[in-house]
């Protein structure tokens, strides 16, 4: 089969018209390897692809002309048949009552033939939160000072978050993905670039809130937790250097000393994630004795084995698959408790979280999904404006083959681990839903292919984990949007991400209240986009320019910008232009979420993160101006409440 017709099969679209307006076409070599790297892809004879299951009113199937009717049809769910039935007509009318969840139907007609194809039963539509509209206060949670963390901001630091959201009048905080990165490289500390979507970041503990940790097991801690809170950036190495050894310092005590309903609640929690939590626990522990990718292992380990993992926790090194386990249980169990704080306090949606894209291809997700992960493809972008060369993420993403022969449970899996203390998340890159950019490992970003997804089957999974874990979700719906894409995922009750910066129109003018839409979140600006502080002093543009960057406008398109804002400020009476200012703009919006930034709100310049730079601009590493108990007399709390109070939880009061 010639490289054409295997692109079909597998749904890789390798011409297709860029930003640009450029024909771009994957040389041949680049596209024999992106087919290499994507597992076989079934083509369905009774389907057009997964079935999905949308229960309300009488959902129907429609069926492919082939095949000798009748057509039996059968739904297995956890080995056991849910439903069964025959059909002789081109459809097949559901039975109500179908349990929600991810199945495998088998299709049998009067020749025998049989087809076995992933099923998912959903709701209609997503969560979509019981209030009319709120706010968000939006925080880098590693960027927090206070007068007690080791030199990061911690869960501890979260909760104080939450009370002072709560003071400000906002609906909950929202954060930067709390996955977990890799602990040996602590360097390494893009959030958007995990170790594993399923588990969390421990460096974000707060050691001394660990009942079995006293200040006697590491006695130099309260010095040198002193010394790393000095400083305008988080000193990652030797903080992390001091997280780990308390944290070990804290299991030991743990396994000498804890009291019986701690260890049932250890014991509890490994049982609820299991077996991901163990499979990912012996990772940890093989990562750290070879020392090299999972690929160049010896083979045994190269591919998940429960009978492997289960000599791992009788053997030599249980205490260290158990202390992995540990450290992950203690920062489920803090994160937790902001969480329950944030109920407690009235907060109408708690914790919004972000989902990253993908995973470091070295990391535990592509290890345990193999078939469901390609290592060897990395998502980005085509050529664009702002990138004429393309973009290369250098994240592993999921494919199509691979997760329709699990029936799409790993990105279930994947979706219910970032709801579990969540009232709402952001899927980063929502279109990679309906197709990836991927580029091969060896190749330019800008000889990568589009690659189609099972966009409804994916939907459906979100709808499903989104009413089970009541959690809102939003998609980062940014860029080169496909025609019909948004109408469609708001038809699943998928909310829309938009950014006021991006709000214009070909004229430059910015949009008006009535163009944004109310299943939405909204925001000035984002962690990739310069501060609303530095956007009027034009600092991101010799930023920039200061290193080597195109900065996509010049001096005068940023004063035209600027005057364009005082005209749609001043069309909706609103004769300032400071940061309340546009706050009380957005918050006219239908829109039923408005983000605010922290960095906004206090003034910050420089922003979280420069796209293109590593080592050039402190990206992830910068910490805020002020600590958590000052913030709210650094903040004009008048203005603010003002500003958002047809939206604010204490009602402007």
Known sequence: MDLLAQARIKGVQSEFVDALGKLRVTAPEALKSILDALPEKRVYRFVSGPVVVRALGHPRTELAATGTPPLQWKILGNGNVIAQGETREPVIAWPAGLPLGYHRLTLTDAGGETEDVPMIVAPERAFGGDFDRGWLLAVQLYS??????????????????????????????????????????????SPYSPNSRLFLNPLYIDVEAIPEFSADLVPDAAATAARLRDGDRVPYADMAALKWLALRAAFNSFVTSAREARRKEFDAFRAARAPLLSRFACFEVLRHRFNRPWWEWPSEWQQPSEAKCAELHKGPDRREVEFVEFVQWTADSQ???????????????????????????????AWNEQTAISRHL????????????????????????????????????????????????????????????????????????????????????????????????IGEDLGTVPEGFRETMQDFGIWSYLVMMFERDDSGHFRNIDHYRPNALVTLNTHDLCTYAGWRSFSDLKMKLSLGLDPGENDQARWDALGALDEILRQNGINANDLYSVLAFLSRTPSRLLAVSMEDLLGVIDQPNIP????????????LPVALDKIASKVDLTALRAATRERSLTGGS
Request: hydrophobic share 45%.
């Open 335 to 365: 994160l937790h408790a902001a969480k329950v704080l944030a109920g407690q306090l009235g907060m109408r949606v708690g914790l919004y979280l972000d989902v990253a894209v993908g995973v470091q291809s070295n990391g535990f997700d």
């Open 612 to 623: 293109g730079t590593i080592d050039e601009h402190p990206n992830w590493r910068q910490r």
């Open 144 to 189: 927090v000072r206070s007068d007690r963390n080791w030199g990061i901001g911690d869960f501890t630091d979260l909760a104080g978050l939450v009370r002072l959201a709560k003071q400000l009048g906002a609906d909950g905080v929202g954060l930067n993905p709390l996955h977990v990165l890799f602990d040996d490289q602590p360097a390494d500390c």
């Open 378 to 473: 990395a998502v980005g972008a085509p050529p664009d404006v702002l990138n004429t060369v393309g973009q290369d993420w250098g994240l592993a993403g999921f494919n199509a083959g691979g997760l329709e022969a699990q029936s799409f449970v790993p990105f279930a899996d994947m979706l219910a681990a970032s709801m579990r203390h969540a009232g709402a998340i952001r899927l980063d890159h929502v279109l990679g839903l309906k197709r990836l950019y991927l580029v091969p490992r060896g190749f330019k970003p800008d000889n990568g292919a589009y690659v189609q997804m099972p966009f409804e089957a994916l939907l459906a999974a979100v709808v499903r984990e989104s009413a089970a874990h009541k959690c809102i979700v």
